[in-house]
T-cell receptor, first 112, second 118 residues
Framework: GEDVEQSLFLSVREGDSSVINCTYTDSSSTYLYWYKQEPGAGLQLLTYIFSNMDMKQDQRLTVLLNKKDKHLSLRIADTQTGDSAIYFCAESITDSWGKLQFGAGTQVVVTP | DAMVIQNPRYQVTQFGKPVTLSCSQTLNHNVMYWYQQKSSQAPKLLFHYYDKDFNNEADTPDNFQSRRPNTSFCFLDIRSPGLGDAAMYLC?????????????????FGPGTRLTVL
């Protein structure tokens, strides 16, 4: 079955860059997503990338997609304490009407 | 402006006592989803509605039901909550399903309802 894998934890100093990695399985996924979840809250869509793109930049966020290796990453520049949250990678499963397959989430802790 | 609204944000119920969670949307999206998320886990899809068409995931327990009386509202009914049903319940919407390349299947989530079962 499909599986999306992420590292579970990342600690980063305020002002540094964070890089969160994800590997996915459906080579025909059309879109890949990054969601942010703060404690006790719902999922906030951060950004997404179409599968024919290698990179997408949106202010402090940079998404890199390596389709050959099925590897997706999210880089957060100048990480702030407000970036502390759980980040979920998700792929849209083409054979299943676009159902989202989520990773387990990466908890990012930003230290002063 | 809130686009996907869930009420209540916190719900406490007793073991076995039916409970209903509510979701509404101002996006006029065709698709509405219900997810269950337990602590430190990824969200798990329970079911979705495409317009009035209901689609249940194969492993969703019969204890969970849903209603969508109109485009804007969708309800999650838990007929006999057990202790294992304590979780965050997330509602999401998308304009369409992922059957095109237009990106119209992007899902937008509400803030969630935290359900406690005593």
């Amino acid at each position: 079955g499909e599986d999306v894998e992420q590292s579970l934890f990342l600690s980063v100093r305020e002002g540094d860059s964070s890089v969160i990695n994800c590997t996915y399985t459906d080579s025909s996924s059309t879109y890949l997503y990054w969601y942010k979840q703060e404690p006790g809250a719902g999922l906030q869509l951060l950004t997404y990338i179409f599968s024919n793109m290698d990179m997408k930049q949106d202010q402090r966020l940079t998404v890199l997609l390596n389709k050959k290796d099925k590897h997706l990453s999210l880089r957060i520049a100048d990480t702030q304490t407000g970036d502390s949250a759980i980040y979920f990678c998700a792929e849209s499963i083409t054979d299943s009407w676009g159902k989202l397959q989520f990773g387990a989430g990466t908890q990012v802790v930003v230290t002063p | 402006d809130a686009m996907v609204i869930q009420n209540p944000r916190y719900q406490v119920t007793q073991f076995g006592k039916p409970v209903t969670l509510s979701c509404s949307q101002t996006l006029n999206h065709n698709v509405m989803y219900w997810y269950q998320q337990k602590s430190s886990q990824a969200p798990k899809l329970l079911f979705h509605y495409y317009d009035k068409d209901f689609n249940n995931e194969a492993d969703t327990p019969d204890n969970f039901q849903s209603r969508r009386p109109n485009t804007s509202f969708c309800f999650l009914d838990i007929r006999s909550p057990g202790l294992g049903d304590a979780a965050m319940y997330l509602c999401a919407t998308s304009r369409d399903l992922g059957l095109s390349l237009a990106g119209t299947d992007t899902q937008y989530f509400g803030p969630g309802t935290r359900l406690t079962v005593l």
